[in-house]
């Protein structure tokens, strides 16, 4: 699985329905994407465009109606529950609206949690932790629990968590919704440096125009179609003060 | 990891504290009421065993269909040669043979005529054989209230209550009169050398005890016996052992129609102790079982609630990448720790509550005055060693129960739908 030599995820003709009722309703509509290794992309779209199912699928919580994903070189149809939490164990990283980190563990136990899984020796674990933390600017808070952070601090706890086993994709469902502007601008850039520096690939679901000026690669969806796929050359930025 | 979780289990109050202290409130219930029906019932059954029924009970099996009123006239000959029969067939077994009787005592004035008179029922066992072990297990020498136990012939031991009402004092002598085994009037003259109260109110109103073979010059029974009763070595009961022996004893009598003839009863064929023994034996099933399903469904909830709250923490860590059977594996181990935690804290304080009422006692004599039943006037727990671990059953089981219930849900729904709720 070397997910430099091809792309990262790989969707083809991805169909999703859901039951509803006596029938069924259909949220992704043959959809054909790849996802190259590095890239700073989104799908964007309205609220009820598949943007959360399809990174669902792409996280492996999901599985496809119809058509293949492939993410990482493993078809995610085609795994069982253990393998699928095997590759999100190792190579795919989460960052959530609502943060969801765990109330009674310290920030430090919080990031550490991913290395336990992966039962990673404890230097190299502390090791780890301590320099993820430094990234998200938290090292002075690592023992402090989730309650008594800023929702700004919270999300950044979040990153470190996604960030700290080195995945091959970040799969971030609109991280920024419960922000404020600053927090949003902060915790982006924070994702756009660790993007360029460690060559992780990001993917959001988003619709918040804070995002999406981020993107190098938007990838609009309506109603389960994708209906655009535009790459940004020079993304625009926040300037001081906007 | 586990330290991981461990942490995580102790920080959460909702996953240990209030779990625990349900499982503990139960177990210690459970603990406590096993303890306490145990005690009471095992006292009823031992104080029958000590003063009515024996652990195994010789008669003629005429008397054993009457035995309700003394029938004396259908009692055991050739006594002695039985008894010794007996020790040899089944050493180590105790043989006491005893006659019960009913008379009237008479108390006379400084000029011989009647100064009070009053029924009593007697109870004649041996008093002055070497050891003499009627007298322990019958816990006379700790019943008695006044006085001196029989050191010579004649002397007689009558209930406190009735001494008090006949206005008897030790040293005084009354004249009992009843019946010969054949039928005829028996005027005997003993010395009251002591009061006793048993604590059993079917004795306290009226009993009286006399030497055995003073009973049997009295009533004319030489060599004979009412019954005879046996006791299994250390004075503990054992429903198998009594029942090869009894079975081995009457199996050469069983086709002999002669009335007369022996007959062996267990403890419980004799006044529907067996209903009162399988009425333990069920009801404590029952407790446990009752327990188990009250303490399943309380913390199945808990389980269930503990789980919906913890949506976010099992979504994230299915996120993350923990498998769905190291969630659910990691929940039921848990469960197991606040379960054994909660089983041997519950422990711990149902059998010191169950110590305390062992010593202490409930006192219900004021309610048991006019009670026919021999059974203590004092009810007492008992703690065992089956106490001990009984509460580990609903405790463990509840525990892990509810937790599987609840984890189920995990299997049974979707890791995106688990996602979705997490999200909402």
Known sequence: MNASNGPIARLSGLVKRFPMGRGHFTALRGIDLQIMPGEFTGVVGPSGSGKTTLLNIIGSLDTPSEGSAVVLGRSIGELSHKQAADLRNHHIGFIFQTFNLLPVYSVYENVEFPLLLLRKPAEERRKAVLEMLEWVGLSDKIRSRPSQLSGGECQRVAIARAMVKKPGIVLADEPTANLDADNSHHILKTMVRMNENFGTTFCFATHDEKVIRYLRRKILLEDGRVTKDETVKKPRLRRAGT | ?424
């Open chain 2, 1 to 424: 990891m586990i330290r991981f979780l461990i942490k995580g289990l102790l920080r959460d109050r909702h996953r240990s504290l209030f779990p625990l202290l349900t499982v503990t409130a139960g177990v210690t219930l459970t603990v406590f009421f096993h303890c306490w029906l145990g005690g009471v019932f095992g006292d009823i059954i031992d104080y029958n065993a000590r003063f009515t029924t024996g652990h195994l009970k010789v008669t003629t099996k005429a008397y054993a269909r009457e035995a309700d009123l003394f029938p004396n006239d259908l009692a055991l000959f050739g006594v002695d040669s039985l008894c010794r029969r007996l020790q040899d067939q089944f050493p180590g077994t105790q043989w006491s043979p005893r006659i019960r009787f009913a008379g009237l005592l008479d108390v006379p004035d400084e000029n011989g005529e009647t100064r009070s008179q009053g029924t009593a029922v007697g109870l004649a066992v041996d008093m002055h054989s070497a050891g003499a072990p009627e007298i322990g297990r019958l816990r006379i020498d700790q019943s008695l209230v006044r006085g001196t136990l029989p050191e010579s012939r004649w002397e007689m031991l009558i209930s406190d209550t009735l001494a008090v009402r006949l206005g008897l004092e030790p040293g005084e002598t009354v004249t009992l009169v009843g019946t010969t085994m054949n039928g005829d009037m028996a005027m005997r003259n003993f010395t009251v050398c002591g009061t006793v109260r048993f604590g059993i109110a079917a004795m306290d109103r009226g009993a009286m005890i006399i030497d055995l073979e003073d009973c049997r010059e009295a009533l004319d029974m030489p060599d004979a016996a009412g019954e005879i009763l046996g006791f299994l070595p250390g004075e503990s009961y054992d429903p198998i052992e009594v029942s090869r022996i009894a079975s081995t004893f009457n199996d050469p009598f069983a086709g002999v129609q002669d009335d007369f003839a022996p007959f062996m009863q267990r403890l419980e064929d004799q006044g529907g102790l067996s209903e009162m023994i399988a009425y333990i034996d069920h009801f404590s099933g029952l407790l446990v079982f009752v327990f188990v399903l009250a303490m399943s469904i309380v913390l199945w909830n808990a389980g269930l609630i503990g789980g919906l709250r913890r949506y976010g923490e099992i979504g994230v860590r299915l996120a993350i990448g923990e498998s769905k059977g190291h969630v659910f594996r990691a929940m039921l181990a848990e469960s197991v720790c606040v379960g054994a935690a909660g089983s041997v804290t519950g422990t711990a304080v149902g059998l010191a509550l169950a110590y305390w009422l062992q010593v202490k006692g409930l006192n219900i004599g004021s309610f048991m005055k006019e009670a026919s039943m021999v059974m203590p006037l004092v009810l007492r727990a008992r703690v065992t060693p089956t106490a001990g671990v009984l509460g580990f059953l609903p405790g463990l089981f509840s525990t892990v129960l509810g937790s599987l219930l609840a984890g189920i849900g995990i299997y049974r729904r979707k890791t995106a739908q688990l996602f979705k709720e997490l999200e909402a």
